[in-house]
């Protein structure tokens, strides 16, 4: 039974001001009121397409083995998309809670940098950075901010073949970025959950562990999710309008606006 509030209520401001320990984790929709296109709409129903293919192909590590050069295009279509994009008041709010807490971490699995465009200094990338290449030969790592590319970047130190990098269905994480996570969501008093449907893993897992570490979850979504279901709060409504909400002036009589859930 979670409680379904439509804008933040002054109880919900003294959790946020009362909060030493904050973690945040987002997803695609943070990034939504800028432009970027979601993943899934529809709680998952429907899904993004690319020249006749779901997303779930298109950022595949079958895909990247079979077709490479397209897995390429597909990242560079989006490379020149996310060129003209800027953060939104949204991403701008989290930045400003980063140094407003004694301790905070946020956790994206957006590739968009946008976290950092709008001035977030650390920034636990757990699906990787659409501006970053991977060589597929020796593994180093390179910015690659032309868009569009001309051909496939090749690696600075080797020479070899490189890849976007980011982390397709079937592949790990990167090394240690979801362990120092996890230990961000262990230690936490307060977790919010900001415009994913969690539905992909190890990601979804965090709100999870939050709540068993006896965090407060508070999600931002202007739809339900699997999380709404356990979530101590779930605010229903676009991230860019309800963060700036905890730290603006309180509102009176907001309490009544809610509704409980099953
Ligand atoms: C708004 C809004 C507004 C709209 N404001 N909100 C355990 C169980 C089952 C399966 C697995 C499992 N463990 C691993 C798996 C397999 C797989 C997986 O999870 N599959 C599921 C689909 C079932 N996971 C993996 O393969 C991961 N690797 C792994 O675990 O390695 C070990 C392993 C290997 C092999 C086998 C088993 C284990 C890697 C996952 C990498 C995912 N990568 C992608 C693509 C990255 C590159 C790219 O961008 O193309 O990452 S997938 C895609 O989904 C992308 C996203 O980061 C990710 C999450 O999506 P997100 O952010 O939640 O977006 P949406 O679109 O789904 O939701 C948007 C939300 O915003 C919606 O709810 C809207 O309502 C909301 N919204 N406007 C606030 N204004
Ligand atoms: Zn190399």
Known sequence: MSPVLTQV???LRDLFEDARRVAVLTGAGISA?????????GGGSEIWMWRG?????????????TDPKLVWEWF???RSMLAEIRPNSGHLMLAEWERRFEEFTLITQNIDDLHQAAGSLRVLELHGNIWRARCRRCGSTFEVRESPIQEVPQCLACGGPSRPDVVLFGELLP?????????????CDLFFVVGTSAVVYPAA??????????ARVIEVNPELTD????ADFTLLGNAGQILPQFTQGRFEGNSCDSQRIN
């Open 53 to 65: 293919r779901p997303v779930t192909e298109l950022s595949s590590r079958e895909l990247l083995a």
């Open 9 to 11: 209520s002054n109880s």
């Open 175 to 187: 090394e240690g970025v979801f362990e120092r996570a996890e230990k961000a969501v262990q230690n």
């Open 205 to 214: 897992s965090l709100p999870i562990a939050a709540k068993q570490a006896r």
């Open 33 to 41: 009121e800028s432009g970027v296109p979601t993943f899934r709409v």
């Open 227 to 230: 999380i709404s279901v356990f």
């Open 76 to 78: 560079d279509h989006r």
